[in-house]
């Protein structure tokens, strides 16, 4: 085989975000807006990277120089993935890789691990190692921990499993949450790209300053988490709703939003929703409510006009795949 087109979702973060870096569960659901990556053997021993949506074009790299160099940002992760792979598992020729994306990487719905994890199961297909999804979520992860230093890999895990999964950092825990409904979501994007890895390192220098109390605010996320995925199991949108203002207001306090989150949040309470929170590391991205079916169009338009912009996407969405 010489060529391979692989494809992964995004993701959505339910609840539990922040806690599950310091190893409480979180809930994640993949998207289905995804991220096509067309992985091809070439004879000159380099890697080649075309992205359109992050501007590159043609970007050259030798194999044996893979991420020694300052790496360009939009590069990054494919070319760390391809380094891991090769160090590992050993590359019999160049290769070239393109990506195409559905969405922008501007509403946080996690194209780098998707990008990431295409990128390693095209390698695996194309260099016949055939890795399972646990090896390829392992590269995934060591590839994100090397780019960016911090992150519990959640986003990898709903990219490479899809689903809706109940998740615990560096895959200790996956186990795929039976959603019996639709979710009712209405998902609001606040127009701010948010800096994970800045909110991240915030949330780490709170909990030095007071260890004892921060960790309490990651217990409370970590039990609402646990009832999240019962009320999820059954389909108990309500608890749910009531589940998303608790966890939204533990995020709070651990000063993760943002006015234009909370100008969101407000507008969609104002409409009945049974619930809504901040989704993703806060300070920006996309806040998602729980809405009965009936109020969807009032929730939507109230969010419009609070200034955000409305994302419709299905939940649930297959993980990984070859296209
Ligand atoms: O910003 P996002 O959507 O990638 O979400 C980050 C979630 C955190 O829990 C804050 C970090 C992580 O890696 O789990």
Avoid at 54 to 62: G, K
Wanted: net charge positive; aromatic share 8%.
């Amino acid at each position: 085989m010489e060529r391979i087109e692989v494809s992964a979702p995004g993701k959505l973060m339910l609840f539990g975000e922040h806690a599950v870096v310091y190893g409480r569960p979180c809930i994640v659901t993949a998207v289905d807006q995804r991220i096509k990556t067309s992985v091809r053997k070439i004879s000159n021993k380099i890697l080649r990277i075309n992205a359109p949506e992050v501007d590159i074009d043609n970007y050259e790299v030798i194999l044996n120089k893979l991420g020694r160099v300052d790496v360009p940002k939009g590069v990054r992760f494919i070319e760390f993935a391809v380094r891991n792979f090769s160090q590992k598992y050993n590359l019999s020729s160049g290769v070239e890789i393109e990506t195409k994306s559905d969405f922008s990487s501007k509403f946080g719905f996690g194209s780098s691990s998707a990008v990431t994890t295409s990128t390693i199961m095209g390698l695996s297909e194309l260099f016949n190692q055939k890795l399972t999804k646990k090896e390829i979520f392992n590269l995934s992860y060591k590839t994100v921990l090397d780019v960016q230093g911090v992150g519990s890999g959640f986003d990898l895990a709903a990219a490479i499993w899809g689903g809706t999964l109940y998740f615990i950092a560096g895959g200790k825990e996956i186990e795929e949450i039976d959603v019996p409904k639709k979710l009712p979501l209405v998902i609001g994007y606040t127009g701010v790209k948010a800096d994970t890895t800045t909110l991240v390192k915030q949330v780490i220098h709170l909990r030095e300053k007071d260890p004892a109390l921060v960790n309490s605010v990651f217990n409370a996320i970590g039990a609402v988490v646990g009832q999240s995925r019962t009320a999820l199991e059954k389909g108990d949108f309500k608890l749910l709703g009531k589940l998303a203002d608790i966890n939204h207001s533990l995020l709070v306090s651990l000063g993760v939003s943002s006015q234009e989150l909370e100008n969101l949040i407000l507008a969609a309470r104002k409409k009945g929703v049974y619930g809504a929170k901040l989704s993703g590391a806060g300070g920006g991205d996309c806040m998602i409510s729980f809405v009965p079916y009936n109020n969807k169009k009032e929730v939507e338009s109230s969010i419009n006009k609070a200034g955000g912009e409305v994302l419709n996407v299905k939940t649930g969405a297959q993980g990984v795949r070859i296209d």
